[in-house]
């Protein structure tokens, strides 16, 4: 077994976000959506935390924790959107929301 | 004395502001009070300030302010009276105090009493300023003010459509004449880097022939409007729409006469240029002939006296253009004593008849109205040039004046037009006074005027009768020797008449107005000539006259019509179908690209989602390949 | 007085009284309007104060405040006056403290609004004749558009939708050339001396290229030419003018037109006179064809405000004649011309309005004999008529004749076709107040005693006949004392420049020698 490379990080990171875009791209329920953009962070999180590792830096650990607050915060917003979707269009369907095109 | 002269046209000018702010609700028809005490002083501070310009034989002046110093345009607003001014104050203060006096007769009871007596004396203001100025932009703004209150005046009973009409085609006639001049001042002050009078006339030789021919014809522009000259006259006749005592004022005795005045005032101008003096003169006498004849055919009183009022101006008009500068302020002088008669007799005969004007409608009023007859009588001989009354020395002496100045046709057509004048003065006379009562005498019932009206009518009928004494003998009377020192000096032509030229233009003019009396009786006391047999006879040529040589009708289809359509087209097809029509098309430019655009924006977070990734892939690929080579 | 930063004080005056009444939700209408009369008096009082302190003699800026603002990119916070701006903000206070008072009882929707909207107007039209710098220049030109747009959009009559779009529009277009234009003089002058400057009194001492003065004198000329409206950018106007409430006609033509005129003796004239001298043939031809073009149009109107409006267009013509003619008797014709116009044209509009309260409706054809129900009006809306025209003795004359001889000394041709304007505006002004005070109106009998009196109702060839429903201007009451209380500080001031321009002209001589001194002061 050889030694953990950033390359390895890299490859996990790169399928993790190929999986949150498909996932963001295919899905309609918007919580799935939203629950992908999640792994879309994360997948940078762990690019970060690779490059961390490469470096010996702590610079990556920082930026992933801040990431990881940010995304927190965005979580409520998101949340709230969705919220307030889902009452005024009573659809979490993301297909039926289309207010923006008139 | 000098130092009062700004009282001459203040006093007006208080009334006239004090009559219209407060006039409505506390003075109504105690207005008239004031205002004749402002002609009053206004007349006694011009008779003192005259007394002494006569005995001095100078100028005198008093500065009272700079108007306007826009750099090296400097117009003052001071005030000259030299010995044309003082001959034009004695007749301004003069005659309009006689027609303050009357009008409170003859508007007793008008509901716009208080507004008659401010609108007068604020033109009685502005016509002294206007005689009064030293430069030529006070005389141009006081020259738009008097047709300022010419427009109120005329339109005074604004409710009646064509007074309303009248007014406005007054000024604007008068701002076509305007136009002129004000191009005239403007070349003037170009050319000489001033627009006092005394500046101007020191240099005018020194300009080359074109650009003093130029001043002196766009200076006469102005004149050929506010004179009533062809082809602007249109607008006097119309002007009858006011009320009497305005036409015998403004319309007859002074504001038509401000263009003589000037073009007298600017005679160095003129005297330097031949070509414009030929046109003055042909000007002048065109307009003597042509107003004669149209006053020949016309029914309407006012609008005979009107049109007389035209054509004497025409006779002034071509004794300036034939150098004749006294004889033709001569005239000015007896013209406002025997027309502001005639106007004021009218208005007695209007007011006797309830509003009626149309002399078919007239008819044995002698018997009625014995003192505005006689008052009207002697007007009218005094127009007509009957020895020995007014008119007679003053029209003579502009005849030998176009003679001798070298316009022997201009002296001639001034003949024919006496002979006219005579005819349609009497005309007016005994259609009016003699012959059967051709109005209703149940409905009517003429009586005379009270004394207010008459009294201006009797001290204007001496002066009609005295005022040509003057003048004798001619050449060398009191009137000539006071205004010597304005019109002497270089430039000036100096005639020698002989005394047998004199005499026998005196008897030529004696018999020319005789003979047109004597066709007016013939015609219409006697009834030897019928008038309407002659103007069948003459067909087209009294058609001609009797639709005033269809000036208006001209005007109305090569110049007001015509202006409309173009305006018209101006803002409907130009203005909002071209350029509007742009704005809006590039406009719709957009909103059309825009629509097309927004299909795009599906509205469907997954396509917007599938862009952003497709872009970024994009970018990223475009990124490797072409970076890949760049940093090679 | 020293030290007190009188300018600052004067132009956010307004903005206080306009964040009070913001501020106060619950204020009532009565008080919204107590709080901006109050806050314009203010204004207004200052704006005298600072005009008595005004030194006539000296030449160059008054009351400056110059402050760093960013230094890094030169901007600065710098104010001051000269004799250009004195006058002009003094026109402006006055204008907007007439216009409230003008929309005391008209305005009765959305009041605070109104009154807010005002008051931003108002310290975005101040902060425009006070700016040195132009990035300060910039954000007030571009602040006053916008409670402008609110105003006729908002408050204005039925199509005011359109008008606002349009107004804003057109006006934006033209203030992003200027950008433009800010932005590569700017650029122009750091290259050429290393100095990052806004300042308008520093940019003067540049030396910019024939070229490039030609281009950027173009993109700032098109934004005040848009402004002005100078033929053929004036569509706008009559749109703007026919739309806005009777306040709003009052500020645009009496304070917002200035800024064009304003703009290019400031900018254009001292930055790129090379420019100017090679544009003034085309720009003079512009301006006689407005002046002959708006008078034309303005003849056929059927709706008073178009009617003025477009005689609007036409007097602004005046203002870039004068200015383009480079000497004495233009430059102050211009200036006269503009301050004439701000009272003329505010009071015609507010006469306009006056009407329209009791007729609601502005087609002249409906009007008639006011003149014996309401003399006071009849009289000022005579007054400010012959002021329009150009009648010597009111202010209109002295502008539109100084402009006129200025522009017949420079070129002959253009002052003898822009004088025959005074045969037309005679025509189109008195013709208006004919039918509008004089005759009769369509409702009411015709005059027995009138021969003419079977044409009065006949339709006109050109301008159409008058409609059944008409109203009967018999019933109008005459000027309430709140609308005498606008119209007579107009009449007073338009006498006063009428009967002694010296005064407004001793104002104006140290600036307008300045601007006129690359042009080799000639007339003065």
Redesign the interface.
Same mark, same amino acid.
């Given at each position: 077994m050889s030694e953990l490379t950033a390359t390895h990080f890299l490859t996990l990171s790169a399928a993790l976000f190929i999986i949150g875009?498909l996932g963001?791209?295919?899905r309609?329920n918007v919580l799935v959506?939203f629950m992908c953009i999640e792994l879309m962070f994360n997948a940078v999180n762990v690019s970060f935390i690779g490059f961390a590792w490469e470096q010996h830096s702590l610079v990556g650990q920082t930026f992933a924790l801040f990431i990881i607050a940010v995304a927190a915060a965005e979580a409520v917003v998101g949340l709230g959107i969705i919220m307030a979707l889902s009452r005024r269009l009573d659809t979490v369907d993301?297909?039926q929301?289309?207010?923006?095109?008139? | 004395m000098a130092n009062w002269i700004f009282l001459i046209p203040l006093a007006p000018l208080i009334a006239a502001v004090v009559n219209?702010i407060f006039g409505?609700w506390y003075l109504r028809d105690r207005a008239h009070w004031l205002a004749i005490l402002g002609v009053a002083i206004s007349f006694g501070v011009s008779v003192a300030v005259v007394a002494q310009v006569a005995r001095d034989e100078v100028a005198l002046s008093q500065h009272l302010?700079?108007?306007?110093?826009?750099?090296?345009?400097q117009v003052p607003v001071t005030l000259t009276v030299d010995q044309l001014t003082a001959v034009m104050l004695l007749v301004v203060t003069g005659v309009s105090l006689l027609v303050h006096i009357y009008s409170v007769g003859y508007m007793h009871g008008d509901p716009g009493f208080y507004r008659f007596f401010a609108y007068l004396p604020l033109f009685v203001f502005s016509m002294l300023m206007l005689v009064l100025a030293n430069n030529y932009?006070l005389l141009?703004?006081?020259w738009?003010?008097v047709g300022?209150c010419s427009?109120l005046l005329i339109?005074f009973w604004?409710?009646?459509?064509?007074a309303?009409?009248a007014?406005?085609k007054a000024?604007?006639v008068n701002?076509?004449g305007?136009?002129g001049f004000?191009?005239g001042v403007?070349?003037i002050?170009?050319h000489l880097g001033t627009l006092e009078y005394t500046g101007v006339f020191a240099q005018v030789g020194a300009l080359p022939q074109g650009t003093i021919t130029a001043i002196a014809l766009l200076l006469f522009t102005g004149a050929i409007g506010k004179s009533a000259q062809i082809p602007l006259f249109v607008w006097l006749p119309d002007a009858m729409e006011g009320p009497t005592p305005v036409s015998a004022l403004i319309h007859a005795a002074t504001m038509v006469t401000a263009g003589i005045f000037m073009v007298a005032r600017s005679w160095p101008i003129f005297a330097a240029s031949p070509d414009a003096m030929l046109v003055v003169a042909i000007i002048g006498a065109a307009t003597a002939f042509v107003a004669a004849t149209i006053g020949l055919t016309q029914y309407d009183i006012k609008k005979v006296v009107a049109y007389s009022t035209v054509s004497q101006l025409g006779y002034m008009a071509f004794a300036l253009g034939s150098g004749a500068w006294v004889a033709a302020i001569f005239h000015l002088t007896t013209h406002a004593f025997f027309k502001a008669l005639l106007f004021l007799g009218a208005g007695s005969v209007i007011h006797a008849m309830h509003?009626e004007q149309d002399m078919r409608r007239m008819g044995g009023l002698k018997r009625h109205l014995p003192l505005t007859y006689w008052t009207f009588l002697i007007g009218s001989a005094a127009n007509a040039g009957i020895f020995p009354l007014a008119g007679f020395w003053s029209k003579d002496e502009v005849i030998v004046g176009a003679w001798v100045g070298g316009r022997p046709i201009v002296a001639i057509v001034g003949l024919v037009a006496a002979l006219f004048t005579s005819l349609y003065m009497f005309r007016v006379v005994f259609l009016t006074f003699h012959g059967p009562e051709r109005f209703d005498a149940h409905t009517v019932h003429p009586h005379e005027s009270p004394p207010v009206m008459a009294v201006p009518l009797l001290i204007l009928s001496v002066g009609a009768v005295f005022a040509g004494f003057l003048g004798v003998p001619p050449e060398r009377g009191v009137f000539h020797r006071f205004l010597e020192p304005v019109f002497s000096g270089h430039g000036a032509e100096v005639h020698h008449v002989s005394t047998a030229t004199t005499l026998t233009f005196g008897l030529i003019s004696t018999a020319v107005a005789l003979a047109g009396l004597g066709l007016a009786y013939a015609a219409y006391v006697r009834g030897a000539i019928k008038p309407a047999v002659v103007a069948a006879r003459l067909g087209p040529l009294y058609q001609l006259a009797y639709r005033r040589w269809y000036f208006d009708e001209i005007y109305e289809a090569l110049i007001v019509?015509p202006?409309?359509?173009?305006?018209?087209w101006?803002?409907r097809v130009?203005?909002i179908g071209i350029?509007?029509g742009a704005?809006n098309g590039v406009?719709g430019l957009v909103n059309f690209t825009a629509q097309r655009w927004r299909r795009v924006?599906?509205?469907?977070?997954?396509n917007y989602?599938?862009a952003i990734?497709l872009g970024t892939v994009i970018i990223v690929g475009v990124y490797l390949i072409v970076g890949s080579t760049l940093f090679q | 007085m020293d030290g007190f930063p009188i300018l600052s004080a004067l132009t956010y005056v307004p903005l206080v009284g306009a964040a009070i009444i913001f501020f106060w939700p619950r204020a009532s209408a009565r008080a919204a309007r107590w709080i901006a009369l109050g806050a314009s008096l203010v204004s207004l009082a200052l704006s005298l104060v600072m005009l008595a302190g005004f030194d006539r003699d000296a030449s160059g800026m008054q009351f400056v405040e110059h402050y760093d603002w960013l230094p890094a990119l030169g901007v600065s916070y710098h104010f001051g006056v000269d004799g250009i701006s004195v006058l002009l903000l003094v026109l402006t206070t006055l204008l907007t403290t007439l216009a409230i008072v003008a929309s005391w009882d008209p305005v009765q929707h959305r009041v605070r609004e109104y009154m807010i909207s005002m008051l931003l107007l108002e310290t975005g039209m101040l902060g425009v004749f006070v700016s040195l710098d132009l990035f300060l220049f910039y954000i007030f030109w571009e602040v006053m558009l916008i409670p402008m747009a609110l105003l006729i959009g908002v408050w204005g009559s039925a199509n005011r939708i359109y008008a606002a779009v349009?107004f804003f529009?057109?006006t934006l277009a033209g203030s992003l050339l200027m950008l433009v234009g800010i932005i590569a003089l700017y650029q122009a002058y750091f290259e050429q001396t290393g100095i990052r400057t806004l300042n308008v009194l520093e940019l003067q001492q540049g030396n910019y290229g024939h070229s490039f003065q030609m281009w950027v004198f173009a993109a700032f000329f098109i934004a005040f030419a848009i402004k002005m409206p100078m033929w053929?950018f004036?569509?706008?106007l009559p749109d703007a003018h026919v739309e806005a409430p009777t306040a709003g006609s009052v500020l645009l033509a009496g304070v917002l037109l200035k800024m064009g005129g304003y703009g290019l003796l400031r900018f254009n004239l001292p930055l790129f006179p090379d420019a100017a001298r090679s544009w003034a043939p085309a720009i003079m031809a512009l301006s006689v064809i407005g002046i002959i073009?708006g008078a034309?149009?303005a003849?056929?109107?059927t709706d008073l405000k178009k009617l003025v409006a477009y005689s609007s267009v036409s007097h602004m013509g005046f203002v870039t004649l004068g200015i383009f003619a480079f000497?004495?008797?233009g430059l102050?014709?211009a200036m006269i011309v503009m301050l004439s116009h701000g009272l003329v044209t505010s009071a015609l509009f507010l006469c306009v309005g006056i009407i329209y309260e009791r007729g609601h409706t502005r087609l002249i054809s409906r009007f008639g004999?006011l003149?014996?129900n309401m003399?006071i009006y009849a009289?000022f809306l005579g007054l400010f008529s012959?002021a329009s025209l150009g009648?010597?003795?009111l202010s209109g004359? $002295?502008g539109e004749?100084?402009s !006129?001889?200025g522009a017949?000394?420079a070129e002959r041709v253009a002052?003898?076709i822009a004088?025959?304007v $005074? !045969?037309l505006s005679? =025509?189109y002004m008195?013709?208006m107040y004919?039918r509008v005070? =004089?005759?009769?109106a369509p409702s009411e009998p015709p005059?027995p005693?009138?021969?003419?009196?079977k044409?009065?109702g006949a339709p006109h060839? $050109?301008m159409g006949g008058a409609e059944a429903d008409a109203v009967d201007p018999r019933t109008f009451r005459d000027v309430t004392w709140r609308e005498l209380v606008t119209l007579a500080p107009l009449a007073v001031l338009t006498l006063w420049m009428g =009967?002694?321009?010296?005064w407004f002209?001793?104002v104006l001589r140290p600036a307008l020698e300045l601007v006129a001194s690359p042009f080799g002061r000639i007339?003065?």
């Amino acid at each position: 077994m050889s030694e953990l490379t950033a390359t390895h990080f890299l490859t996990l990171s790169a399928a993790l976000f190929i999986i949150g875009m498909l996932g963001v791209l295919i899905r309609r329920n918007v919580l799935v959506i939203f629950m992908c953009i999640e792994l879309m962070f994360n997948a940078v999180n762990v690019s970060f935390i690779g490059f961390a590792w490469e470096q010996h830096s702590l610079v990556g650990q920082t930026f992933a924790l801040f990431i990881i607050a940010v995304a927190a915060a965005e979580a409520v917003v998101g949340l709230g959107i969705i919220m307030a979707l889902s009452r005024r269009l009573d659809t979490v369907d993301i297909d039926q929301v289309h207010e923006l095109r008139e | 004395m000098a130092n009062w002269i700004f009282l001459i046209p203040l006093a007006p000018l208080i009334a006239a502001v004090v009559n219209f702010i407060f006039g409505r609700w506390y003075l109504r028809d105690r207005a008239h009070w004031l205002a004749i005490l402002g002609v009053a002083i206004s007349f006694g501070v011009s008779v003192a300030v005259v007394a002494q310009v006569a005995r001095d034989e100078v100028a005198l002046s008093q500065h009272l302010y700079t108007w306007i110093p826009a750099g090296d345009f400097q117009v003052p607003v001071t005030l000259t009276v030299d010995q044309l001014t003082a001959v034009m104050l004695l007749v301004v203060t003069g005659v309009s105090l006689l027609v303050h006096i009357y009008s409170v007769g003859y508007m007793h009871g008008d509901p716009g009493f208080y507004r008659f007596f401010a609108y007068l004396p604020l033109f009685v203001f502005s016509m002294l300023m206007l005689v009064l100025a030293n430069n030529y932009l006070l005389l141009f703004v006081f020259w738009e003010a008097v047709g300022l209150c010419s427009y109120l005046l005329i339109g005074f009973w604004y409710r009646r459509r064509s007074a309303a009409q009248a007014a406005k085609k007054a000024f604007v006639v008068n701002r076509v004449g305007d136009f002129g001049f004000g191009l005239g001042v403007m070349l003037i002050f170009v050319h000489l880097g001033t627009l006092e009078y005394t500046g101007v006339f020191a240099q005018v030789g020194a300009l080359p022939q074109g650009t003093i021919t130029a001043i002196a014809l766009l200076l006469f522009t102005g004149a050929i409007g506010k004179s009533a000259q062809i082809p602007l006259f249109v607008w006097l006749p119309d002007a009858m729409e006011g009320p009497t005592p305005v036409s015998a004022l403004i319309h007859a005795a002074t504001m038509v006469t401000a263009g003589i005045f000037m073009v007298a005032r600017s005679w160095p101008i003129f005297a330097a240029s031949p070509d414009a003096m030929l046109v003055v003169a042909i000007i002048g006498a065109a307009t003597a002939f042509v107003a004669a004849t149209i006053g020949l055919t016309q029914y309407d009183i006012k609008k005979v006296v009107a049109y007389s009022t035209v054509s004497q101006l025409g006779y002034m008009a071509f004794a300036l253009g034939s150098g004749a500068w006294v004889a033709a302020i001569f005239h000015l002088t007896t013209h406002a004593f025997f027309k502001a008669l005639l106007f004021l007799g009218a208005g007695s005969v209007i007011h006797a008849m309830h509003d009626e004007q149309d002399m078919r409608r007239m008819g044995g009023l002698k018997r009625h109205l014995p003192l505005t007859y006689w008052t009207f009588l002697i007007g009218s001989a005094a127009n007509a040039g009957i020895f020995p009354l007014a008119g007679f020395w003053s029209k003579d002496e502009v005849i030998v004046g176009a003679w001798v100045g070298g316009r022997p046709i201009v002296a001639i057509v001034g003949l024919v037009a006496a002979l006219f004048t005579s005819l349609y003065m009497f005309r007016v006379v005994f259609l009016t006074f003699h012959g059967p009562e051709r109005f209703d005498a149940h409905t009517v019932h003429p009586h005379e005027s009270p004394p207010v009206m008459a009294v201006p009518l009797l001290i204007l009928s001496v002066g009609a009768v005295f005022a040509g004494f003057l003048g004798v003998p001619p050449e060398r009377g009191v009137f000539h020797r006071f205004l010597e020192p304005v019109f002497s000096g270089h430039g000036a032509e100096v005639h020698h008449v002989s005394t047998a030229t004199t005499l026998t233009f005196g008897l030529i003019s004696t018999a020319v107005a005789l003979a047109g009396l004597g066709l007016a009786y013939a015609a219409y006391v006697r009834g030897a000539i019928k008038p309407a047999v002659v103007a069948a006879r003459l067909g087209p040529l009294y058609q001609l006259a009797y639709r005033r040589w269809y000036f208006d009708e001209i005007y109305e289809a090569l110049i007001v019509h015509p202006l409309y359509r173009l305006s018209v087209w101006l803002w409907r097809v130009v203005d909002i179908g071209i350029i509007d029509g742009a704005v809006n098309g590039v406009a719709g430019l957009v909103n059309f690209t825009a629509q097309r655009w927004r299909r795009v924006q599906t509205g469907l977070v997954a396509n917007y989602a599938l862009a952003i990734a497709l872009g970024t892939v994009i970018i990223v690929g475009v990124y490797l390949i072409v970076g890949s080579t760049l940093f090679q | 007085m020293d030290g007190f930063p009188i300018l600052s004080a004067l132009t956010y005056v307004p903005l206080v009284g306009a964040a009070i009444i913001f501020f106060w939700p619950r204020a009532s209408a009565r008080a919204a309007r107590w709080i901006a009369l109050g806050a314009s008096l203010v204004s207004l009082a200052l704006s005298l104060v600072m005009l008595a302190g005004f030194d006539r003699d000296a030449s160059g800026m008054q009351f400056v405040e110059h402050y760093d603002w960013l230094p890094a990119l030169g901007v600065s916070y710098h104010f001051g006056v000269d004799g250009i701006s004195v006058l002009l903000l003094v026109l402006t206070t006055l204008l907007t403290t007439l216009a409230i008072v003008a929309s005391w009882d008209p305005v009765q929707h959305r009041v605070r609004e109104y009154m807010i909207s005002m008051l931003l107007l108002e310290t975005g039209m101040l902060g425009v004749f006070v700016s040195l710098d132009l990035f300060l220049f910039y954000i007030f030109w571009e602040v006053m558009l916008i409670p402008m747009a609110l105003l006729i959009g908002v408050w204005g009559s039925a199509n005011r939708i359109y008008a606002a779009v349009k107004f804003f529009l057109y006006t934006l277009a033209g203030s992003l050339l200027m950008l433009v234009g800010i932005i590569a003089l700017y650029q122009a002058y750091f290259e050429q001396t290393g100095i990052r400057t806004l300042n308008v009194l520093e940019l003067q001492q540049g030396n910019y290229g024939h070229s490039f003065q030609m281009w950027v004198f173009a993109a700032f000329f098109i934004a005040f030419a848009i402004k002005m409206p100078m033929w053929p950018f004036h569509t706008w106007l009559p749109d703007a003018h026919v739309e806005a409430p009777t306040a709003g006609s009052v500020l645009l033509a009496g304070v917002l037109l200035k800024m064009g005129g304003y703009g290019l003796l400031r900018f254009n004239l001292p930055l790129f006179p090379d420019a100017a001298r090679s544009w003034a043939p085309a720009i003079m031809a512009l301006s006689v064809i407005g002046i002959i073009y708006g008078a034309l149009v303005a003849l056929v109107q059927t709706d008073l405000k178009k009617l003025v409006a477009y005689s609007s267009v036409s007097h602004m013509g005046f203002v870039t004649l004068g200015i383009f003619a480079f000497n004495a008797q233009g430059l102050y014709g211009a200036m006269i011309v503009m301050l004439s116009h701000g009272l003329v044209t505010s009071a015609l509009f507010l006469c306009v309005g006056i009407i329209y309260e009791r007729g609601h409706t502005r087609l002249i054809s409906r009007f008639g004999g006011l003149a014996t129900n309401m003399p006071i009006y009849a009289s000022f809306l005579g007054l400010f008529s012959l002021a329009s025209l150009g009648l010597p003795g009111l202010s209109g004359f $002295v502008g539109e004749f100084l402009s !006129i001889l200025g522009a017949f000394r420079a070129e002959r041709v253009a002052g003898v076709i822009a004088f025959a304007v $005074v !045969i037309l505006s005679a =025509w189109y002004m008195l013709w208006m107040y004919q039918r509008v005070a =004089w005759q009769r109106a369509p409702s009411e009998p015709p005059d027995p005693t009138d021969p003419e009196a079977k044409q009065a109702g006949a339709p006109h060839p $050109v301008m159409g006949g008058a409609e059944a429903d008409a109203v009967d201007p018999r019933t109008f009451r005459d000027v309430t004392w709140r609308e005498l209380v606008t119209l007579a500080p107009l009449a007073v001031l338009t006498l006063w420049m009428g =009967w002694a321009p010296q005064w407004f002209m001793d104002v104006l001589r140290p600036a307008l020698e300045l601007v006129a001194s690359p042009f080799g002061r000639i007339g003065f």
